[in-house]
């Protein structure tokens, strides 16, 4: 069976306090995530600047301001292609096979 391709979308706005343990919590998935895009809505808590130093990996998208959930995630989904996207809050801690469980429970 082919592996499905996933990404994970963090919406934040003032998260920093959480992002490091929610980023952490992914870097340590069994079932890595293809990309992981962490989209701003005018965070001025220095989210942004923290995600690049100390996550490179991760895809940052700036919105500019605050669009709201809906519109926040609408944003970034419209450049994901993978199979399955996973929206999180950046408050959301994932036990290590949560993403794996979900990607057996897709192809299943």
Request: overall charge negative; some cysteine; glycine content about 6%.
């Amino acid at each position: 069976m082919t592996r499905i391709t996933l990404s994970v979308i963090i919406l934040n706005w003032n998260g920093r306090p959480y992002l490091e343990a929610c980023l952490v919590s992914l870097e340590a998935q069994t079932f890595a995530p293809d990309r992981i895009i962490l989209v701003d809505n005018g965070s001025s808590d220095g989210s942004v600047a923290f995600v690049r130093e100390r996550f490179p990996q991760v895809i940052v998208r700036e919105n500019g301001g605050n669009l709201g959930f809906a519109a926040g995630n609408n944003a970034a989904l419209r450049d994901v292609t993978a199979d399955v996207v996973v929206l999180l809050n950046p408050d959301v801690v994932l036990s290590p096979a949560a993403l794996s469980a979900l990607a057996e429970a897709m192809t299943a």
